[in-house]
């Protein structure tokens, strides 16, 4: 992009700017700001001053609200119309409360490998993805997502994810899967720590949520016990969980 020089920035840049900033977040009294690239610090700084015209704060600020609910375990089921009548598909969320840390964090990675694993090794003709998401406020939660496409009754195609999901997350990794997926967590999260998005990611976890997850991502990996991929397991097993069938 053309903005990326200093010199292509339009002259009401820095009021536009402030002018946001006191419109989208005029009651943050706290912000985080990354920026990635071969830079030198000093210099970064004082081009963001120049081009920004600083971030002003006050002592006032939002309070987050205090939660009156706490989560419990069980499981709802819901069913939509799918916009494509061609693919049929099934979705499982799951959900639990866990400590987030950095062994509990790459543990749950690994179960996420290992769970889409057994699921496409059992389900031989389904599309499957499993991606994972993590909460940190009212608490730690963890999430995990199971999508299953294959071309079959929507009924019959939940019937079988669930089951499968079940016996996967019931079951206790063994050794020589445990090796397998480390090895692929650390490849993926070296893959995704070489583009920009990566390093952002993991810079916004640790100076925003105070996770320092990716420093020294290797040894973190390379630490993680199947006792602790286990444990990640049992943990959903006693979540919640949310089926999803599209018709």
């Given at each position: ?5 200093l ?18 977040f ?70 639990a ?29 389904a ?41 996967a ?64 397991f ?14």
């Amino acid at each position: 992009t053309q903005f990326r020089y200093l010199h292509n920035l339009p002259e009401d840049f820095p009021s536009r700017v402030e002018k946001y900033f006191d419109t989208q977040f005029s009651r943050v009294n706290d912000g985080v700001i990354i920026l990635v690239g071969d830079l030198d610090p000093l210099d970064a700084r004082k081009t963001v001053e120049q081009t920004t015209g600083g971030f002003l704060t006050s002592r006032a600020y939002s309070v987050r609200p205090m939660v009156q609910y706490v989560m419990r375990s069980g499981n709802s089921s819901i069913t939509l119309n799918s916009p494509n009548r061609n693919t049929q598909r099934a979705d499982i969320v799951i959900s639990a409360e866990m400590p987030v840390t950095s062994a509990s964090y790459m543990a749950l990675k690994i179960a996420r490998i290992e769970l889409e694993n057994r699921l496409r090794a059992t389900l031989k003709n389904a599309e499957i993805s499993v991606t994972e998401t993590i909460e940190y406020f009212p608490s730690e939660r963890v999430f995990v997502a199971v999508s299953c496409r294959e071309p079959k009754n929507p009924v019959m195609l939940m019937v079988d994810l669930k089951a499968a999901v079940e016996d996967a997350l019931k079951t206790d990794i063994r050794e020589d899967a445990l090796k397998a997926d480390k090895s692929a967590l650390t490849d993926e999260l070296g893959r995704r720590l070489s583009g920009p998005w990566g390093a952002i990611e993991a810079a916004g976890l640790r100076y925003s949520d105070g996770k320092d997850f990716m420093n020294g991502y290797k040894g973190k990996v390379s630490g993680v016990k199947s006792s602790d991929v286990n444990a990640v397991f049992r943990d959903l097993v006693s979540g919640s969980s949310v089926d999803i069938s599209f018709r």
